[in-house]
């Protein structure tokens, strides 16, 4: 814990930004909805799209609901969807890029051409298809949005994987006859942990944008739910006028996924590596 | 540039172009399983979905077996590429005529939205990567990352919500729909595309700027900079002359790496625009489930991407000296 708060006082102020942008939305997604000052579908303002006021910080939406309210409760659905379709992307696609490195080239080979192959297909549009025959309900878009990214993590996972099992000490640790699970779990992944935990954080940004767009299309989170991406869509009317109802969720998610990589960039050993 | 060089070099080079024009197809011919078997996970199937749920079971199988759903799979699998590859990819269920009209209709405009933001991203994204690796480490440099790195995070929407809210709002400069048709002239199709263009060229050369930079800096690190440094060559003179004929290969791999963010970005910029595009098609198709047309634009999409991979990497074949010499 000491360590940590030292690494964060030793960001560079890029980074101290992004820091504090994350842990701004980590909180506004954990405690959020309880500080939201209205019900999330009540109908409370008289006008449609309202500009700032006292009773509405953000305004009022395109049916007269408190803008800020819901975009606590948006932030909640995306930062918690993006989150666990991001670890259920990185947990999968590290795993199997383990299974790959200690498997050796019988194992290595056809599950490496088979996500080279699924790598080719750019993410948005595999996702459509993905949407198109699936649906989309909350279990579908997590998994949809986990399936996409799985082979961009195996990538990376499986070179640093490969890598390291190359290294004398795995070698030692095969040759004092420990199993593959052993070698995979408690040899190589710990020493891969680091750029994982990078990595983990881009998929996490582009899971936000591909469920946003998504949702943006119409084709993501499906009302009554919403997420930001939601929000942005159902205001798409106010936008002749400018309204406060359709920037304030666009910037939310500008505000998440810019301090995301502002806080990666910074991380330390960053820019050493080639 | 494989000319230049020997001729068992440049025998070489094709031999490793064919390996990799090979691979691409057999990619490509992947990636066709891969997306008809999603597509035939479909719960129902087309013939059910066209005749809406009043449909009698005797008319769903006749219609079943007029579109051959009832056939197996691998069969319908064979005749869908066949017909693919044959310029027929089917008939469009929502539409009703064939896909083919439909995705000709739309690609012409998605290909020209495409180039004009080549034309526009490229230029801009050299000035910037070649002016912040210059910079490197100053404070133009640290100034451009920050903003780079913030415009790959930021959702295409949110770019086309500022400038609609600039452009046609605020200064009524342009429209904040862009139509596409025969009848128009070239300025006023202009003058709709502009804001596609534009948000879909901030998006790409934030992208673009960044390889750009890094492919710079990569040979600014090599002996021969050094040594023409020491010489007393004008870092100008040392870019232009020195560096740039080393980097090119580099920067075109970059080029093509980034514009397949064109794809992606195309999705939402058609969607929030109205430009008759294929992304929006696609979306479209995504919408009403009409998975022979939405097969056929993943397709394209595809291939389009797999070329510009291809592109990115024969250059990369084709620069390195030492394919070449041997």
């Known amino acids: 814990m000491a360590r940590s708060i030292k690494g964060a006082i030793a960001?560079?102020?890029?980074?101290?930004?992004?820091?504090?942008?994350?842990?701004?939305?980590?909180?506004?997604?954990?405690?959020?909805?309880?500080?939201?000052?209205?019900?999330?579908?009540?109908?409370?303002?008289?006008?449609?799209?309202?500009?700032?006021?006292?009773?509405?910080?953000?305004?009022?939406?395109?049916?007269?609901?408190d803008v800020l309210s819901r975009l606590l409760w948006g932030a909640r659905y995306t930062v918690a969807l993006a989150a666990a379709a991001a670890l259920l992307a990185s947990t999968t696609g590290t795993a199997l890029a383990l299974t790959a490195a200690v498997g050796g080239p019988k194992v290595d080979e056809p599950l490496s051409r088979f996500m080279d192959m699924l790598i080719s297909i750019p993410s948005k549009i595999f996702s459509l298809v993905l949407v198109a025959a699936f649906g989309s309900s909350l279990p579908l878009l997590l998994l949809i949005a986990a399936i996409t990214y799985v082979p961009g993590n195996y990538r990376i996972a499986r070179a640093l994987a490969v890598n390291l099992a190359q290294m004398d000490y795995v070698q030692v640790a095969k040759a004092r006859g420990e199993g593959r699970f052993h070698i995979a779990i408690a040899e190589v992944l710990p020493n891969?942990?680091?750029?994982?935990?990078?990595?983990?954080?881009?998929r996490f940004v582009f899971i936000v944008l591909l469920l946003s767009g998504l949702s943006f299309l119409g084709l993501g989170v499906q009302p009554p739910d919403a997420d930001l991406g939601s929000l942005v869509r159902e205001n798409i009317s106010g936008l002749g006028e400018g309204a406060l109802a359709i920037l304030a969720p666009a910037v939310a998610i500008a505000t998440l996924t810019v301090g995301v990589n502002l806080l990666i960039d910074a991380l330390p050993g960053r820019g050493k590596r080639k | 540039m494989a000319g230049a060089s020997t001729s068992s070099g440049a025998k070489a080079a094709l031999v490793l172009i064919g390996q990799r024009l090979a691979s691409s197809l057999l990619t490509l011919l992947l990636v066709s399983v891969t997306i008809f078997v999603i597509a035939q996970l479909l719960p129902g199937?087309?013939?059910?979905?066209?005749?809406?749920?009043?449909?009698?079971?005797?008319?769903?199988?006749?219609?079943?077996?007029?579109?051959?759903?009832?056939?197996?799979?691998?069969?319908?699998?064979?005749?869908?590429?066949?017909?693919?590859?044959?310029?027929?990819?089917?008939?469009?269920?929502?539409?009703?005529?064939?896909?083919?009209?439909?995705?000709?209709?739309?690609?012409?405009?998605?290909?020209?939205?495409?180039?004009?933001?080549?034309?526009?991203?490229?230029?801009?994204?050299?000035?910037?990567?070649?002016?912040?690796?210059?910079?490197?480490?100053?404070?133009?440099?640290?100034?451009?990352?920050?903003?780079?790195?913030s415009m790959v995070a930021v959702p295409e929407f949110l770019v086309a919500t500022i400038a609609v809210l600039i452009f046609?709002?605020?200064?009524?400069?342009?429209?904040?729909?862009?139509?596409?048709?025969?009848?128009?002239?070239?300025?006023?199709?202009?003058?709709?595309?502009?804001?596609p263009i534009l948000c879909l060229s901030i998006v790409v050369i934030a992208q673009m700027a960044r390889m750009t930079r890094a492919a710079v800096i990569d040979q600014m690190d090599r002996p021969?900079?050094?040594?023409?440094?020491?010489?007393?060559?004008?870092?100008?003179?040392?870019?232009?002359?020195h560096i740039m004929p080393n980097a090119i290969a580099?920067?075109?791999?970059?080029?093509?790496?980034?514009?397949?963010?064109?794809?992606?970005?195309?999705?939402?910029?058609?969607?929030?625009?109205?430009?008759?595009?294929?992304?929006?098609?696609?979306?479209?198709?995504?919408?009403?489930r009409d998975m022979p047309l939405l097969q056929a634009c993943a397709m394209i999409f595809c291939a389009a991407?797999?070329?510009?991979?291809?592109?990115?990497?024969?250059?990369?074949?084709?620069?390195?000296?030492?394919?070449?010499?041997?």
């Not at chain 2, 007029?66 to 005749?79: C, F, H, K, N, T």
């Not at chain 2, 021969?224 to 002359?241: D, H, R, S, T, W």
């Open chain 1, 11 to 65: 960001l560079p102020l890029s980074g101290k930004i992004g820091l504090t942008l994350v842990l701004f939305w980590i909180l506004a997604a954990l405690i959020g909805p309880m500080l939201a000052p209205y019900p999330v579908g009540a109908f409370v303002a008289f006008d449609v799209f309202d500009g700032s006021s006292g009773a509405h910080w953000l305004g009022s939406d395109y049916l007269g609901r």
């Open chain 2, 224 to 241: 021969y900079v050094e040594m023409a440094l020491l010489k007393g060559v004008a870092p100008v003179q040392i870019v232009l002359k």
């Open chain 2, 168 to 195: 046609s709002v605020k200064l009524r400069w342009l429209p904040s729909i862009a139509l596409a048709s025969d009848e128009m002239s070239w300025g006023d199709y202009l003058r709709g595309a502009a804001m």
């Open chain 2, 45 to 149: 199937d087309a013939a059910q979905e066209a005749l809406g749920q009043s449909a009698t079971a005797e008319q769903v199988a006749a219609l079943r077996h007029e579109m051959g759903l009832d056939q197996p799979a691998p069969v319908r699998y064979i005749s869908w590429l066949t017909g693919m590859v044959s310029g027929d990819p089917g008939q469009s269920l929502v539409a009703g005529m064939p896909v083919s009209e439909v995705i000709s209709s739309r690609l012409p405009n998605s290909l020209l939205l495409a180039a004009l933001t080549a034309l526009v991203a490229v230029p801009v994204a050299l000035a910037i990567g070649i002016g912040s690796a210059m910079n490197r480490g100053g404070r133009l440099d640290r100034a451009l990352n920050i903003s780079t790195l």
């Open chain 2, 305 to 326: 991407y797999l070329i510009l991979m291809l592109i990115a990497d024969v250059t990369a074949i084709l620069a390195n000296p030492r394919l070449r010499a041997q």
């Open chain 1, 192 to 202: 891969m942990i680091h750029p994982l935990l990078a990595d983990f954080g881009l």
């Open chain 2, 250 to 288: 580099p920067i075109v791999n970059a080029m093509a790496l980034s514009l397949s963010y064109l794809l992606g970005g195309a999705v939402i910029v058609e969607t929030i625009f109205n430009y008759p595009g294929l992304a929006s098609l696609m979306v479209n198709a995504v919408t009403s």
